[in-house]
Nanobody
Framework: QVSLVESGGGLVQPGGSLRLSCAASGSSRNIYTMGWYYQAPGKQRELVASVTSGGTANYGDSVKDRFTISRDNALNTVTLQMNSLKPEDTAIYYC????????WGQGTQVTVAS
């Protein structure tokens, strides 16, 4: 069992920044990949970014060069720094961890609006 707790969502103006954090507990020693997906109303969940335990990062096309993912293996945390936010980034952001199955956080709302 892996439990994930997210923090850091909120309301921000276009062009602004937010930082999301996610902390894993439970059987967190076996986590291979951690990352974030987002889901906008009426749309499917899409990958934002992921990072392996070895530090290899992967980004969705829409966030490349704007978002940065980082991970602390010792603390079992993953952070998503989001810069130059756009209204189309508005969504619920879900932290996930992959062991031999996917584990999900409860989601945090990010709203980008004037």
């Amino acid at each position: 069992q892996v439990s994930l707790v997210e923090s850091g969502g909120g309301l921000v103006q276009p062009g602004g920044s937010l930082r999301l954090s996610c902390a894993a507990s439970g059987s967190s020693r076996n986590i291979y990949t951690m990352g974030w997906y987002y889901q906008a109303p009426g749309k499917q969940r899409e990958l934002v970014a992921s990072v392996t335990s070895g530090g290899t990062a992967n980004y969705g096309d829409s966030v490349k060069d704007r978002f940065t993912i980082s991970r602390d293996n010792a603390l079992n945390t993953v952070t998503l720094q989001m810069n130059s936010l756009k209204p189309e980034d508005t969504a619920i952001y879900y932290c996930y961890a992959y062991t031999n199955q996917y584990w999900w956080g409860q989601g945090t709302q990010v709203t980008v609006a004037s």
